[in-house]
């Protein structure tokens, strides 16, 4: 059984940085596309920014040259440094998994390993 267990978020003023990072346990499959979602008060799920085994990884426009997703496979852990982060960061961080290949654009609906997600608040 896969399990994602999130840990990092935190509350932070504007042009702060966070790093989250993402302990998996039971991936048990070849590889795995591994990403992060996030959900804004009020607002719907978006993808933030996946990886897979294979190194490829790809980002939403609006944290392009500001987050820089990794993973450490020894770790069985995955990481998302976020840098000159904005009050419209605010959100609900979730980790997912689901097999194969990373694809653009990332949907949620395709994961099917979800963790329990790490808040971040950015204020201005």
């Known amino acids: 059984q896969v399990h994602l267990v999130e840990s990092g978020g935190g509350s932070v003023q504007a042009g702060g940085s966070l790093r989250l990072s993402c302990a998996a346990s039971?991936?048990?499959?070849?590889?795995?596309?591994m990403g992060w979602f996030r959900q804004p008060p009020g607002k719907e799920r978006e993808a933030v920014a996946g990886?897979?085994?294979?190194?490829?990884?790809t980002y939403t426009d609006s944290v392009k040259g500001r987050f820089t997703i990794s993973q450490d496979r020894a770790k069985n852990t995955l990481y998302l440094q976020m840098n000159a982060l904005k009050p419209e960061d605010t959100a609900m961080y979730y980790c997912?998994?689901?097999?194969?290949?990373?694809?653009?654009?990332?949907?949620?609906?395709?994961?099917?390993?979800w963790g329990q997600g790490t808040q971040v608040t950015v204020s201005s």
């Open positions: 039971g991936l048990t499959e070849s590889t795995y596309c």
């Open positions: 990886i897979d085994r294979g190194g490829y990884a």
């Open positions: 997912a998994a689901v097999a194969g290949w990373c694809y653009a654009p990332m949907v949620g609906g395709r994961f099917l390993h």
